[in-house]
């Protein structure tokens, strides 16, 4: 099983950059794919971008396209996801979790961890 810790938040200005971190533990992590998710403050948790395993394919919500990027290093057990240009709307804890595509739809399988708080300033 794959333990991932999140890492990275911060506070940014309207248009700036922040890149977050996903650390794994665990000999299982090529074989995973990983996904980002955010909730903001009285809303629901939702999914962000995913990159498969091994190849590396990636997915994003239709909100951070183009401005978000999601990669894997699989020698540092680590997924990265760069977000770029970032918005008030952007504002939220960021979460990393094993996923699974089901249908069009990618889910969370483990168990959430502290994630790591995101704000952007107007």
Partial sequence: QVRLVESGGGLVQSGGSLSLSCAASG??????????????????????AAVTRNVGSTYYADSVKGRFTIFRDNAKNTVYLQMMSLKPEDTAVYFCNEVLLRGSTWSAVASWGQGTQVTVSS
């Fill in 27 to 48: 000999r299982t992590f090529r074989r995973t794919n990983v996904g980002w998710f955010r909730q903001a403050p009285g809303k629901e948790r939702e999914f962000v």
